[in-house]
């Protein structure tokens, strides 16, 4: 059988199908399993061994995907995030069962439309994915390895051992990425962040500061206000899949709820993680696959006088976290 699954959105987004892509190669180990994904995503989704072809979605026109897509004679396709371009390539290339959610106008393009209601934030966007999933195949198992995103252990050596070179760590890393993202719309600022950083200063972590393609603005706010904090500053180069190896390595991830959180979690690295105050964008809908008892998830108030609270509340759980793994 060939399955294509379509989840060609941002880099969180798609480290939510992981989970559902495994299970499907484990229920059919000899199915063909393809994905439709950002040109972001593909470092990551070439590094699952439970993907067998990615194909990269540049934003064709429907028609001219159709025509890429047709010729490899997908036999069921699962539509994780749908919207209507991809819908209309799926129906022109008369895959047989093409599973979606039931919403937009898009589902009129597909023939398995499956009811979900995700704005009712019932559960995790992951687990409607494996929802959709289970539509499919009704009798699969819904279990999942932890951390499901692995990589071979000399290479994340390798990845180490180059990084400590070059930025001249010695001690285990407590890392913060300050940047918006996702579906993140609250946020410590960068004065925020390097407070808390400043709570854990001693001798036994190293702080890093990571930032990545977009963030020359919060890189050059965190320059000109870090002061006496000392703190290395990591500028990521290369793919996604390199950075998630050197996360790999990382003691704590301190971070907003984005892309960096999710490939953190996936990799087993343990997180604290900011969140906005509505349901939409909660830590109830946005968790990432990663094992539960490593996430520490905090939804930041609106209200400044709560917020503050929080602040506080985050700096005393920060300092007890870094303590207990002392």
Known sequence: ???????????????????????????????HLAVLIAPLNESVALACDFIDEVIIDEGQKAKELAAFIKPKQFDLSITLFSNTRVAIAQFLARIPRRFAPATKIA??????RIKQRRSEVKMAEFEYNMQLV???FEDIDLS???????????????VYTEFKQTTGVTKDVVAFHCGFGGSSD?????????????TIENESIDIVFTFGPGDETFLETFKASKGDLKATIY????????FAKLIASFKLFVSTSTGTFHIASAVGTQTMTFFADT??????RWKSIGDETLQHNYMIPLDKVKRQEMFEQVKKDLQKLVQEDA
């Open 134 to 136: 289970q539509a499919a």
């Open 144 to 158: 999942y390895p932890q951390p499901l995103l692995q990589f071979d252990h000399n290479e994340l050596e390798k």
């Open 186 to 198: 609250a946020n410590w600022n960068v004065a925020e962040y390097i407070a808390l950083a400043k």
């Open 107 to 112: 589902q009129i393009f597909y023939n398995r």
């Open 279 to 284: 349901l939409f964008a909660s830590a109830k």
């Open 235 to 242: 500028e990521s180069q290369g793919s996604v899949a390199d």
């Open 1 to 31: 059988m060939k399955i294509l699954v379509v989840r060609n959105d941002k880099l969180g987004d798609f480290i939510t199908a992981l989970p559902s892509l495994y299970i499907i190669k484990k229920h059919l180990p000899d199915c």
